[in-house]
């Protein structure tokens, strides 16, 4: 694979982590679920594995903010790559603001495996898990 191939996933796999958190940090169901592939899981400490896009909408309907929050998303780290398929490990802060302001709620990480369907890289498995 060429350097300016590595380049192309490495940024597809960033954009589709990045425009995942603002989607979801801004309550937009429908802008989060479209970035799983159809038959996508999600495991999350707590959680049976969700699965495909109508278990993973309604998870993230539940999910819905009700007071300003943020997942801040870093440390991004492209561990596979090929032209069709790629894994990432994301460190995660999630933040909520309450009364008293901005206060970290959970750290963790995401381990994602993303691939390519007709040219668009979507989230095929995410596993996250949290740091305590």
Known sequence: MSESTQASVAASVRDVISAHTQ??????????????????????????????????????????????QKHLVANTVITSWTEDEATAVSDVAFFQRGESGWAVQVVGRYEDTLRRYDGTWLIHHRTTTYIV
């Not at 707590?46 to 007071?67: V, Y």
């Open 23 to 68: 989607a979801q940090d801004a309550g937009q169901t429908d802008e989060t679920v479209a970035l799983y592939a159809p038959d996508a899981v999600l495991e999350i400490p707590g959680f049976d594995p969700i699965t495909g896009h109508d278990a993973l909408r309604e998870a993230f309907k539940g999910w819905a903010p009700t007071q300003p």
